[in-house]
């Protein structure tokens, strides 16, 4: 049985791009303690497995260099590829459901 997902958030942890116009961005969710969870999306091409998160306080968080720019991601959370419920925009993924969006600027 697949655990179950009760909150997921991300949030961005610097505002300073590197030389190659990166943010770092944080990225959070809350999933049970024994859960694997990773971050994927189009600053990574989609690897499900490229940026795992870290079980500290009943949060999973993780820091990731996003280039500027629009990306669309997906938390992946014991295999399942989730949306983030407190991002303020998502849109279609021609898959027949939603990536979650975050702009970098």
């Given amino acids: ?9 991300k949030v961005l942890k610097s505002t300073s791009a590197t030389a190659t116009e990166t943010k770092k961005i944080v990225f959070r969710c809350q999933a049970d303690q024994n859960s694997q ?6 600053f990574n091409e989609w690897n499900p497995k490229k940026h795992k998160l870290k079980y500290n306080d009943g949060i999973f968080t993780g820091s990731v260099s996003v280039p ?10 014991n295999d ?20 979650s969006v975050v702009v970098i600027n």
């Fill in 68 to 77: 500027k720019g629009r990306h669309e991601y997906k938390f992946v959370v």
């Fill in 37 to 42: 969870v990773f971050v994927a999306g189009t």
């Fill in 1 to 9: 049985m697949k655990d179950k997902i009760t909150k997921v958030t």
């Fill in 80 to 99: 399942t590829w989730c949306l983030d419920p407190d991002c303020t925009e998502w849109t279609p993924n021609g898959l027949g459901s939603l990536n």
